[in-house]
């Protein structure tokens, strides 16, 4: 003799939430509401520590622009300022794509939240490959420190002696820079194609969109770092300020 139980469709859609949230809710949280803000105040920390990261090196390449705005300017004039305009618009519409999937995960539309992050990664791939191309350019320049970098080319372009230690240190700042902003970005490419996988499989809804969220936080900030690296680093060149 075997007892079955009868729900009605109502007590179904109660038990499967239940179980829904007993999966996706932290033992140590009331409810999901509050893991979700959890979750993006904890990456509003970490991108503070990021804030003082960009923020160091941005503050000294505009203490040492300040001190030596020749060489800066000389140097500055030398990248592909067209690479790094391209690259932000890239990376500004990517944005917006990251917006609109945060858009619809919170409101269901799961399967357009699928479509927005992966446009989100194939732009950030763009940028990477633009980037990449950009490199391949500054090493047949020769602005590549340590490697192929000619003295004489600076100095018969009229550039003094004593300036060349300082254009040596933009380019350093430089590859710094863009380097740290390039491994951020692989990294947010990365999660965001996960984001896209899990997504997919049904993880997550207008109930629990905390992971699309913070990924969402992070992306941003990485391009936004990139906004003001486009004016100190490409555009300096252009004027004297």
């Given at each position: 003799?075997?007892?079955?139980?009868?729900?009605?469709?109502?007590?179904?859609?109660?038990?499967?939430?239940?179980?829904?949230?007993?999966?996706?809710?932290?033992?140590?949280?009331?409810?999901?509401?509050?893991?979700?803000?959890?979750?993006?105040?904890?990456?509003?920390?970490?991108?503070?520590?990021?804030?003082?990261?960009?923020?160091?090196?941005i503050t000294a390449l505009s203490?040492?622009?300040?001190?030596?705005?020749?060489?800066?300017?000389?140097?500055?004039?030398?990248?592909?300022?067209?690479?790094?305009?391209?690259?932000?618009?890239?990376?500004?519409?990517?944005?917006l794509m990251m917006a609109l999937?945060?858009?619809?995960?919170?409101?269901?539309?799961?399967?357009?939240?699928?479509?927005?992050?992966?446009?989100?990664?194939?732009?950030?791939?763009?940028?990477?490959?633009?980037?990449?191309?950009?490199?391949?350019?500054?090493?047949?320049?020769?602005?590549?420190?340590?490697?192929?970098f000619d003295d004489r080319s600076?100095?018969?372009?009229?550039?003094?002696?004593?300036?060349?230690?300082?254009?040596?240190?933009?380019?350093?700042?430089?590859?710094?820079?863009?380097?740290?902003?390039?491994?951020?970005?692989?990294?947010?490419?990365?999660?965001?194609?996960?984001?896209?996988?899990?997504?997919?499989?049904?993880?997550?809804?207008?109930?629990?969109?905390?992971?699309?969220?913070?990924?969402?936080?992070?992306?941003?900030?990485?391009?936004?770092?990139?906004?003001?690296?486009?004016?100190?680093?490409?555009?300096?060149?252009?004027?004297?300020?």
């Open positions: 003799m075997s007892l079955e139980l009868k729900l009605t469709p109502q007590e179904h859609k109660v038990l499967e939430h239940t179980a829904l949230v007993r999966h996706r809710l932290e033992e140590h949280y009331a409810n999901l509401e509050q893991q979700n803000d959890t979750a993006a105040l904890g990456m509003w920390l970490f991108l503070a520590t990021e804030v003082m990261f960009f923020g160091t090196l203490v040492y622009h300040v001190l030596y705005p020749a060489a800066f300017e000389t140097a500055s004039r030398r990248l592909n300022w067209q690479i790094g305009t391209i690259n932000t618009f890239v990376l500004l519409i990517s944005s999937a945060v858009y619809c995960v919170r409101v269901g539309r799961t399967r357009e939240v699928v479509r927005f992050l992966v446009a989100t990664a194939v732009l950030g791939g763009v940028f990477l490959g633009l980037k990449t191309y950009e490199y391949y350019d500054d090493w047949v320049k020769g602005l590549v420190l340590g490697v192929r600076w100095l018969e372009a009229g550039l003094a002696a004593d300036d060349l230690p300082h254009v040596k240190l933009f380019l350093l700042l430089y590859w710094i820079m863009t380097g740290a902003h390039a491994v951020h970005m692989v990294i947010g490419i990365s999660v965001v194609f996960v984001m896209a996988v899990l997504t997919y499989r049904g993880h997550f809804d207008r109930e629990y969109y905390g992971p699309v969220e913070v990924t969402g936080l992070y992306w941003h900030f990485v391009d936004l770092v990139w906004i003001f690296l486009l004016p100190m680093l490409y555009l300096q060149g252009t004027h004297r300020w």
